[in-house]
């Protein structure tokens, strides 16, 4: 076999002779001859078929395609020319013209690799893995050959991963999550397996002094990783090398779910151990407002209830005290001045509890503290002054936590509370107020009952034809005093109807509050933020037996089935201090520039 290939000057010549033309289709009119061509290629096969390659070592992965060509007169041969196409760009680059396919090792799946010889053309299906392996901090090659090929399993020394959560739904958007494990000792070393379709990493660690027991992934690793997997499980396994025994121990696999979809924005939550009120955006984390308002008479700094405006534009906060007076910033100024500029200043109205409209024009604020509870109010979201509307008169008692519906058409509340103030309750019912027009309202109706417990903090989906809220034995999962409420999340129609547990966002237990949707529909489901006391992770990174307010995100089914739980096992939102105390979450558009 004559095996004959174009050298770059070469091709680059007929490239540019041939104007970007296919190679493998001859160069020009050869001044006119009429001249025979040479034998007519009848068909071609691609060498070597069905190939692997492994991605991830040192060395680029690479197979060099050769195109075995049969001619009309019976003479083979390689081709001297061929166009060689690479159908899966993410998986590997294909040179055109010699047939040499590099892999990319930014994911890994399967491809079909094209040859074009004059007329004839030829496929054949390429296998792309990729296999990273990762030596941490004071981990030797030696070190990683201390690991068993066979660990134990089940054994009381292996390792049990905390986080991720088994059967975790996470969007794509967001940043790999914490692996985090129990079971350990100085001098062990750890193997962190992550499986992803085709593709494997391996991250090695040591057990010092100050190891958390969690093993990071960065993102270009995990966004391979998300690639690779497809919309599939990917597996999180963790190996334990004792150094008391000498043994391997391997752990339960855990698996989670990332699906393509992007819920980025702003999440705006109130970090309760400092009074302030932190953002989460692609960017990180940070303080909305450094230097609050101080209060005339005692300077007390502090942002306690709050809401923001869909389009991530406003936000309306309560300062310093419960019942105090209320405040609205406009997020596209600087707001790191000291004093810092205020739409509405906190002179106008005392709320504890408010909600925008869609466009941001009006609040509907949760006012009142008496015998009768607090009553519903509308107000000038620009000004803070009272506005005048018409139809049924808004509920002036016993009523709390409302919010208007994204599409405008409708407002949820907890009516019938039998508090002095909407902050404490111990029963109400979830109501509903029809938006009849601009500044008119219809009749209030309840839509669930509270039977002798308080729901509370409804949320709207996206397209407002769900309600997302809470129901326990209190309005607040914890009081100022300590004392812990139990209360799950429920979700039912805007129409009513039998409410749903959320039983898989709950996770068994009874301490999830004050939910909030994301205003994204995206990868076919809602993502619902909340808050929980339960365990995040270990103890040594992440909160186990803390019983701290974290907040979590629960992917739901963008198209609920009538009585089935349409949540999913919860994810960690990333950002947040695992130290502070956090909950209040309002996720938004990220805020228009000025």
Not at 158 to 178: F, Q, R
Not at 298 to 318: L, W
Not at 344 to 352: G, S
Request: aromatic letters at 8%; glycine letters at 12%; one cysteine or more.
């Amino acid at each position: 076999m004559i095996s004959t290939r174009l050298s770059c000057g070469l091709l680059a010549c007929f490239l540019i002779t041939g104007c970007g033309s296919d190679p493998s289709q001859g160069g020009g009119d050869g001044g006119g001859s009429d001249a025979p061509a040479g034998p007519v290629p009848v068909s071609v096969t691609i060498e070597p078929q069905a190939p692997t390659l492994t991605a991830g070592g040192a060395s680029a992965a690479t197979v060099d395609f050769s195109a075995h060509v049969t001619y009309d007169d019976g003479s083979e041969g390689e081709a001297a020319t061929a166009f060689w196409t690479f159908n899966r760009t993410a998986l590997g680059t294909m040179e055109v013209a010699t047939g040499i396919l590099t892999a990319s090792g930014n994911e890994a799946g399967k491809g079909t690799v094209s040859v074009r010889v004059g007329d004839v053309t030829a496929t054949t299906e390429v296998t792309v893995k990729v296999d990273k392996v990762v030596l941490g901090e004071g981990v030797t090659e030696e070190d990683a050959g201390r690991f068993s090929d066979a660990p134990a399993t089940g054994a009381p020394e292996s390792p049990v991963v905390d986080y991720p959560l088994t059967g975790a739904v996470m969007p794509s958007s967001v940043a790999a999550p914490l692996c985090q494990w129990e079971n350990g000792a100085v001098g062990d070393f750890y193997r962190v397996v992550i499986s992803a379709g085709l593709a494997q990493v391996t991250l090695y660690s040591s057990h010092t002094d100050t190891f958390n027991l969690a093993q990071p992934i960065d993102g270009p690793t995990w966004n391979m990783l998300i690639a690779s997997a497809g919309g599939e499980p990917i597996s999180f396994v963790v190996d334990r090398w004792s150094a008391a025994d000498e043994m391997t121990y391997r752990s339960a696999p855990v698996d989670i779910t990332v699906v393509d979809a992007d819920v980025r924005g702003a999440i705006y939550y109130w970090d309760l151990s400092d009074g302030k009120i932190q953002r989460i955006t692609d960017a990180g984390r940070d303080v909305v407002i450094p230097s609050p308002p101080k209060r005339p008479g005692d300077n007390k700094q502090c942002i306690a209830c709050h809401t923001v405006s869909r389009d991530g534009r406003y936000m309306a906060a309560e300062l310093w005290d419960g019942g105090d007076f209320s405040a609205v910033f406009d997020l596209t100024a600087d707001l790191t001045a000291d004093p810092v500029p205020m739409t509405v200043q906190p002179t106008k109205y005392k709320a504890q509890f408010q909600t925008f409209n869609p466009d941001a024009t009006r609040l509907l604020t949760a006012e009142g503290s008496s015998a009768s509870g607090s009553g519903l109010f509308l107000r000038d979201a620009k000004t803070g002054a009272l506005v005048p509307s018409t139809g049924t008169p808004l509920p002036a008692a016993h009523t709390s936590h409302p919010t208007w519906s994204p599409d405008g058409s409708l407002i949820a509340y907890i009516a019938n509370t039998d508090g002095t103030w909407a902050v404490d309750f111990t029963v109400g019912d979830l109501a509903v107020i029809p938006v009849t027009g601009a500044d008119a309202f219809g009749p209030s109706q309840v839509l669930v009952p509270g039977a002798g417990k308080a729901a509370s903090w409804p949320s709207f989906s996206p397209d407002s034809q769900w309600i997302a809220f809470a129901l326990g034995v209190n309005s607040r999962g914890r009081n100022a005093a300590g004392t812990i409420f139990p209360g799950s999340l429920y979700l039912v129609s805007r129409d009513g109807g039998a409410p749903v547990a959320l039983a898989n966002a709950n996770g068994g237990q009874e301490n999830s509050h004050l939910a909030n949707f994301s205003p994204f529909t995206s990868g076919g489901y809602f993502w619902l933020l909340f808050y929980t006391i339960r365990d995040y992770g270990n103890a040594q990174a992440g909160t186990k037996g803390a019983q701290r307010r974290q907040m979590w995100v629960t992917a739901i089914d963008a198209t609920p089935e009538p009585g089935q739980d349409p949540s999913h096992v919860p994810y960690w939102l990333p950002g947040q201090d695992v130290a502070t105390q956090n909950m209040s979450g309002f996720w938004t558009l990220a805020p228009p520039p000025e």
